[in-house]
């Protein structure tokens, strides 16, 4: 029999940001997350941390789960997440995460309401940092954004170029190996984490261990983790401001014309989208330290979607060539239930798939399932038994530990709400010509590329991550549908959530 873990494990309602703790405290999503940081680590031998485009994926995978998570709170009467840009504020958040750790045979510390960082002398971790450091750190950075060039070691400055620049600024911020001048730049993202993670004992005084702050396996779960790096996403947008913007020719596909869009479940209408409630049981028997070792069985409930389906009509008024078929997904109003202004929108817009199509003279009509996202990878993939079928070394279990890297299928949608969240669905098809990167990618664990990538391959796309909201928008854009471009198409669907569970094992 499962050991069921109930949905309002870590607090309850008269806590506000508990409406969003389906999302925060998501199993498979605390996976994701982790594994993205073993596959992308900071540190580590230059070989294993100097991919492709490892800085721009790490400003871009959390950007992407800021803006998730910001759908997530207006589907729960919340307001957009508020950065942590003064770290001498009390915290008004508490987080209490009922956790053990196996590594330190106690439980995770929690967080009071409103307590305050304070610098950190730990000399048994052998962690000291001063908020003075955060500080310098901070203004030197957007001092290179600012500029528009950093300064490397040499003392000469290197321009952040329109291209490359992100994949500069998100190694620099993230502090990773490949990060030029690292003494200079600092540590501010890792050290955000220390401090916050640290934030109960800083000096070590009570003997307490760090706080799920300090630990990618658990910090998505903390309220926290979301205003820090909303705090850290407006450096990055604060430096995408500064970069051309696209212009009518770089967005269009001339006599590329996207006609229609539906989206539908199997059996149901339209563009109305379908959420619920589902039940998985899950081995974690891995996670125990006692003997003798078998299954230990638990029942947790997450968010799922009913599977569904995207057709989309294009018409090729030329002759047959490809595209890449973009989809993203956004709220249509903001919290207070107004039209977005698109400077604002375009930070909310999700992406949900991301493929190639061939287009044949005239007419085409593209059908692609949900199930087939390059964003996600199966159930079964994010929860796999790491003993069955493990290589015991070589290339061979490099590749079988890459397999777990993508975003759970089952949190491909937002919640949505009972009577109907109103979203827009934006299709654009792009210039294949100018989105292809060639190279030979057969092989295993190809999906999922979004936001991990391929093993020992370049990012499968030239654009640049988030394209094409990853900028602002040009002169006299002041809406989405002032923003589109004849080879783009908006469409209004709903998301509607069904407040009933699935037992495990039954139909949805």
Avoid at 243 to 261: E, K
Avoid at 306 to 317: G, R
Avoid at 353 to 358: E, L, M, T, Y
Wanted: with cysteine; glycine share 6%.
């Amino acid at each position: 029999v499962p050991i069921e873990i109930p949905r309002d494990f870590t607090a309850s309602d008269l806590e506000e940001e508990h409406r969003v703790a389906y999302f925060r405290e998501d199993i498979g999503l605390n996976i994701h997350h982790w594994h993205w940081h073993l596959v992308y680590p900071f540190d580590g031998t230059r070989e294993i941390v100097d991919k492709n485009r490892r800085g721009e994926l790490f400003y871009y995978m959390h950007q992407q789960i800021i803006a998730r998570y910001n759908f997530e709170r207006l589907c729960n009467n919340l307001k957009r997440v508020v950065r942590l840009n003064n770290w001498r504020d009390p915290i008004p958040e508490a987080y209490f995460p009922k956790l053990d750790s196996l590594v330190a045979s106690r439980t995770w510390p929690g967080r009071p309401v409103n307590q305050t960082p304070r610098d950190i002398n730990r000399e048994v971790d052998q962690i000291r940092l001063s908020m003075d450091d955060m500080d310098r750190w901070r203004d030197r950075i957007f001092d290179a954004i600012h500029s528009g060039s950093v300064l490397n070691e040499n003392g000469q400055r290197t321009p952040l170029t329109e291209f490359e620049g992100i994949d500069v600024l998100g190694n620099i911020i993230e502090a990773s190996i490949i990060a030029p001048n690292r003494n200079f730049y600092g540590d501010l993202h890792n050290m955000g984490h220390v401090l916050l993670g640290y934030i109960h004992d800083p000096d070590h005084r009570h003997l307490e261990p760090f706080g799920v702050m300090s630990d990618p396996a658990v910090d998505l779960r903390d309220p926290i983790f979301f205003r820090w790096h909303a705090f850290i996403d407006d450096m990055f947008q604060e430096y995408k401001a500064t970069i051309p913007r696209y212009t009518v020719q770089q967005l269009n596909y001339p006599g590329i014309t996207v006609t229609n869009i539906e989206v539908k479940n199997q059996g149901g209408r339209p563009n109305i989208l379908n959420t619920f409630w589902q039940q998985s049981d899950l081995d974690l028997s891995r996670g125990m330290d006692f003997q003798p070792r078998g299954s230990v069985f638990v029942r947790f409930t997450h968010l799922q979607n009913q599977d569904f389906t995207y057709t989309i009509t294009v018409n090729n008024q030329g002759n047959n060539r490809m595209g890449t078929c973009r989809i993203f997904l956004a709220p249509k109003f903001d919290e207070r239930g107004n039209p977005w202004l698109f400077r604002n929108q375009k930070d909310m817009f999700i992406e949900m798939d991301r493929f190639a199509v061939s287009l044949k003279q005239g007419s085409n009509t593209i059908t692609r399932k949900s199930t087939e996202s390059s964003l996600t990878i199966p159930f079964e993939r994010t929860f796999r038994d790491l003993d069955v079928n493990r290589p015991t070394g070589g290339d061979e279990l490099t590749a079988f530990n890459f397999c777990g890297c993508g975003w759970p299928q089952h949190m491909l949608l937002p919640k949505g709400t009972p009577e109907g969240f109103q979203c827009q669905l934006f299709v654009m098809v792009s210039n294949y010509a100018d989105d292809r990167v060639e190279q030979n990618i057969e092989g295993t664990c190809n999906d999922g590329d979004t936001f991990c990538g391929i093993k020992d391959k370049l990012y499968p796309d030239r654009r640049s991550m988030g394209y094409p909201f990853d900028r602002m928008p040009r002169d006299g854009v002041d809406t989405l549908q002032q923003f589109l471009t004849p080879n783009m198409r908006v469409q209004d669907i709903v998301l509607k959530f069904n407040n009933r569970v699935v037992k495990p094992g039954a139909r949805n």
